[in-house]
């Protein structure tokens, strides 16, 4: 009984271990319980040896993929091994001893890489085709020459239709010449048989991994240094790249220090260029202010200048333009305005005069003097023709937190004011609002500033501030380079575009 089964195609699973082997029953040895196959496939990939045996003990499952009839049974499975790869696949399934058909299936595919048969190796093999490969060809025959009938096509190649018609003719092998010349263009692109298309897929996945790269392009760098050919730019040699606003044009080199001033600087800023800043004494920024004004600059036309740029900033910090537009005067911001009688107050006054013309609430606080300033007289019969409210008692003040509270009471002569009752409630009134504060010239002592502020704004030269003033910006008031020269300072603006920069510490 057991030589009924030589011959046979099987499949053969030996559990994960050992895995699933195909082929030709070539041997069966009742006394020792073993098979043998000849020509087997190894989880889908040809095995180097030509034959293999199991024991009993080893086979977990066995399946009878084919068997052969008598006469073609060897011919079948030659075609399929060298159609697909794996025996077994694409032939007829005959019937078993006790009369049922064993269902074929693929075998499990591998990830290695697999030998695909050249079609140049298909030609020199005779081809046989099987009873379902003939009826399937002769079905797509009948349909080609419909199709070609009905629209007037001629076919020229038909490698399959000797065969469709007689079904036990074998096809016969296409010459590479015709007419005793050549092939044409058209016989060489579209004559080849469609038998001969190899039915396995493709790995790309095992054979891509055989592609070492590190090699390749180690390879490519070698061959560059020997030809003296320019090698590829590593991340430090990687090309310059600029911003919009930068020169790509050589340029002297950029000095970052442009300001000298005459003693040693306590604290030095730099401005998001990276231009420094140095401070300035109170001694010498007062001086520099007495000179400007000697030459022309007066109290006046500073007031101005500083209003104007502190409102400019005060605008900024409530939301610029999208808040303050016509479509949004439903939002009006609100501003406290808290001045003492003095040049300080005299600046902030003019800054109320310009947020109010700018559509901004403003409310006053100036505390009640016989005898006021000059400057502030002045500024003051501006403010009243703008719609900003004046008021000189904090119970006048909001109850509410407001948008903005700018700070304009210290100043650095008149220390006694620190100490009047309406000081004091202002800055008790200002420290329990939620509002952020913004101080224009602060003084430098910590201990003299009654009001922490977020921001603060110096005029010409920054004072070494500390902490509690905040951020930092500088305006330019309009002093003239040549009035530095005269206080012993080498000044180079670093303003650039703009009149009020951020500074930052260094």
Not at 96 to 113: D, E, R
Not at 124 to 148: G, V
Not at 439 to 452: A, C, H, R, T, V
Request: hydrophobic content about 35%; charged content about 25%.
């Amino acid at each position: 009984m057991a030589t009924d089964w030589l011959g046979s195609i099987v499949s053969i699973n030996c559990g994960e271990s050992l895995g699933v082997y195909q082929g030709r029953v070539s041997a069966v040895d009742q006394v020792s319980q073993t098979i043998s196959l000849t020509r087997p496939f190894h989880n889908g990939v040809k095995c180097l040896v030509p034959e293999v045996t199991f024991r009993a003990r080893d086979i977990t499952e066995l399946k009878i993929l084919e068997i052969p009839a008598p006469g073609d049974s060897r011919r079948c499975g030659d075609l399929q091994q060298m159609e697909t790869g794996i025996p077994g696949v694409g032939c007829q399934v005959g019937p078993s001893q006790n009369g049922t058909g064993k269902a074929l299936k693929k075998p499990i595919s591998s990830s290695a890489p697999q030998n695909i048969p050249r079609r140049t190796d298909m030609k020199n093999q005779d081809i046989i085709i099987s009873p379902q490969q003939q009826c399937s060809k002769s079905y797509m025959d009948r349909h080609l020459e419909t199709l070609t009938q009905s629209k007037g096509f001629r076919r020229r190649h038909n490698s399959w239709s000797s065969s469709s018609r007689h079904p036990n003719q074998v096809t016969p092998k296409k010459s590479g010449l015709k007419n005793g010349q050549m092939k044409s263009k058209d016989d060489e692109c579209f004559g080849d048989d469609i038998d001969e298309i190899p039915d396995t897929d493709f790995d790309f996945e095992g054979n891509l991994a055989l592609f070492d790269k590190a090699a390749v392009f180690e390879e490519i760098e070698t061959y560059e240094r020997r030809s003296g050919t320019r090698s590829r730019g590593t991340p430090s040699e990687k090309p310059a790249r600029y911003r919009h606003d930068e020169n790509i044009l050589e340029s002297e080199p950029i000095v970052y220090r442009r300001i000298v001033v005459p003693q040693n600087a306590n604290k030095e800023f730099c401005t998001d260029s990276g231009l420094v800043v140095p401070s300035v004494s109170y001694e010498l920024h007062k001086k520099l202010l007495s000179v400007a004004e000697k030459h022309g600059l007066t109290l006046e036309r500073r007031l101005e200048m500083t209003g104007v740029c502190a409102s400019q900033m005060a605008l900024s910090l409530l939301g610029g333009p999208n808040r303050l537009n016509p479509k949004n005067v439903h939002q009006r911001p609100t501003v406290a305005l808290l001045c003492g009688p003095h040049v300080k107050g005299a600046q902030g006054i003019s800054c109320g005069r310009h947020l109010s013309n700018h559509d901004v609430h403003v409310i006053l606080f100036l505390p009640n003097f016989v005898k006021m300033l000059e400057s502030i007289t002045n500024e003051l019969n501006l403010f009243s023709k703008t719609q900003g409210q004046q008021v000189s008692s904090v119970k006048d003040l909001p109850d509410t937190p407001v948008d903005l509270v700018i700070n304009c009471l210290d100043c650095h002569e008149n220390a006694f004011l620190r100490d009047q009752p309406w000081y004091k409630a202002v800055v008790d009134w200002a420290n329990q609002n939620r509002a952020p504060v913004l101080s224009i010239d602060p003084p430098i002592s910590e201990m003299e500033l009654g009001i922490d502020a977020k921001w603060s704004l110096a005029l010409g030269l920054p004072l070494p501030l500390g902490e509690r003033a905040g951020r930092v910006y500088l305006c330019d008031i309009g002093i003239p380079q040549k009035v530095f020269q005269e206080v012993g300072i080498n000044y180079h603006s670093p303003f650039g575009c703009k009149f009020v920069i951020p500074l930052h510490s260094t």
